[in-house]
């Protein structure tokens, strides 16, 4: 049974930073890219960023290119999405998920398993 964990989200004031991070299990995990994706109150859900299988590649929504960064730990099942600069624009719902291949994907089609999301509120 696939399971994915996300953990990291909290209350941040404007222009700070956090972690999330996703724990899986129940996959082989260093085969499928892993993306993040994020849902604001009465918005649709969008694509984040996404890191490919072997780690080599990156993709980042506009919104958040330069300011986010992607990355996983293969040895332990993880990615982590590090979020610095952040603005009130940011606040949503951060959900995990694991692709259906191995490059990396900003369409949530292409992704196969989710968490259940943690919560990022930026105060201005």
């Known amino acids: 049974q696939v399971q994915l964990v996300e953990s990291g989200g909290g209350l941040v004031q404007a222009g700070g930073s956090l972690r999330l991070s996703c724990a899986a299990s129940?996959?082989?995990?260093?085969?499928?890219?892993m993306g993040w994706f994020r849902q604001a109150p009465g918005k649709e859900r969008e694509p984040v960023s996404t890191i490919s299988g072997s780690g080599a590649n990156a993709l980042f929504a506009n919104a958040v290119r330069g300011r986010f960064t992607i990355s996983r730990d293969d040895a332990k099942n993880m990615v982590y999405l590090d979020m610095s600069n952040l603005k009130p624009e940011d606040t949503a719902v951060y959900y995990c998920?694991?692709?259906?291949?191995?490059?990396?994907?900003?369409?949530?089609?292409?992704?196969?398993?989710w968490g259940r999301g943690t919560q990022v509120t930026v105060s201005s």
């Open positions: 129940g996959l082989a995990f260093s085969k499928f890219a």
């Open positions: 998920a694991a692709a259906k291949q191995t490059w990396a994907t900003m369409g949530s089609r292409e992704y196969a398993y």
